[in-house]
């Protein structure tokens, strides 16, 4: 049986300095979540294993999250963060060369002044390196920076990349016709995935409805396919507009129509492919 598995969630200690893309008047985030609460949280929605991700960029938050993950429980991977523009980064990824529960790095690329940050040299030598340790890139943009992303999907034509909450789409501010075209071509690629996940954030999080992401599902289940798309919850994230129940019934209710076969590689096949994830102990 295919597990269950959320392909993309948090865990932190809230520091508003650490933290300052939180909001003050995100009073539910402004908080630690934890291990305990991530257990208690996929257990209700049945959810057999999870990949944690970076929300800081820093060594010790990766070193921290590689610690959970070794403690057993939900966690069956980590992406974390590394200096992917330093020289050092080789050195760096030798020290973590032999644990096996570090899976990929990501760079918070959605929050660089210059929206063709993907494209400097320097960083992509560090991400040229990453497939001589089976680890994933994971690609963290706004629609705005697709673009970029074009140009870098095709300079790493055999390292295994994943498109964090479907570029994030412009949803408020109707940005489909913009961002089809830009997804379609990057699904083209096919080193690329892609997650399902973080869509509630990018539309109005008080105010969104499942009709309103629809196209935006649609197009992504067409261009990728269930064999490249994967479930994320971005909880705690996702409690700005939704529980971490409520949006895996949203999106088993979104993949209704399709076989049980298709539906299990969404919610937890892909990932473990992508992810090499090992069985549960």
């Not at 390196?129 to 994971?138: D, F, G, M, Q």
């Not at 309103?212 to 994320?232: N, S």
């Not at 399709?258 to 096949?269: D, F, N, Q, T, V």
Request: one cysteine or more; a negative charge; glycine letters at 8%.
């Amino acid at each position: 049986m295919t597990p269950r598995i959320d392909s993309h969630h948090h865990l932190w200690r809230f520091d508003p300095l650490e933290y300052g893309w939180i909001g003050r008047d995100e009073h539910p985030l402004r908080r630690d979540f934890g291990p305990a609460e991530l257990e208690a949280v996929a257990a209700e929605a049945n959810i057999d294993g999870t990949i944690a991700v970076q929300a800081r960029q820093s060594l010790e938050e990766t070193r921290r999250l590689l610690s959970l993950a070794a403690d057993g429980g939900r966690i069956r991977g980590v992406t974390g963060w590394m200096p992917l523009a330093s020289p050092a980064v080789g050195d760096l990824l030798a020290e973590f060369a032999d644990n096996r529960l570090l899976k990929g790095l990501r760079h918070v690329v959605q929050d660089e002044p210059d929206d063709d940050f993907l494209l400097g040299r320097e960083f992509n030598r560090g991400v040229d390196l990453l497939r001589n340790h089976n680890l994933i890139y994971e690609i963290l943009v706004y629609q705005r920076q697709l673009p970029s992303v074009e140009r870098f999907v095709k300079l790493h034509s055999d390292q295994p990349l994943v498109l964090d909450h479907l570029g994030k789409p412009a949803i408020r501010q109707s940005g489909f016709a913009e961002w089809a075209p830009l997804i379609r071509r990057l699904a083209e690629f096919p080193n690329l995935a892609c997650k399902l996940s973080g869509l509630v954030t990018e539309a109005d999080p008080v105010r969104w409805t499942p009709e309103e992401l629809t196209p935006y599902i649609e197009t992504v289940l067409e261009a990728f396919g269930p064999e490249r798309l994967m479930f994320g919850s971005d909880w705690p994230v996702c409690l700005r507009g939704v529980s971490y129940r409520g949006w895996v019934e949203t999106v088993e209710t979104f993949t209704e129509r399709l076989s049980p076969c298709e539906r299990a590689m969404i919610m937890g096949g892909t990932a473990v492919r992508v992810y090499g994830l090992a069985p549960a102990p």
